[in-house]
């Protein structure tokens, strides 16, 4: 899957959505730091510090 690239309103790169081999999906901040990621198996949104954010795909979450 290809990368997704994440935009403001003014049409300014935010954020990049990338998938691993594993099938994770990781969100990254316009300067690559790792916000957290997306486990499809246990359905959960982890922080970069590995802790639950909630349940379901709540990546955009993670933006400030």
Known sequence: MA???LKDIHNRPIAVIKTNYN???EI???GYK???FYDP???Q???NSNRVIG???LLTMLLN
């Open 45 to 47: 949104t982890f922080d």
């Open 55 to 57: 349940y379901g795909n």
């Open 3 to 5: 990368d997704q690239l």
């Open 23 to 25: 099938g994770q999906i």
């Open 41 to 43: 198996k246990s359905d």
């Open 28 to 30: 990254y901040d316009i």
């Open 34 to 36: 790792r916000l957290g």
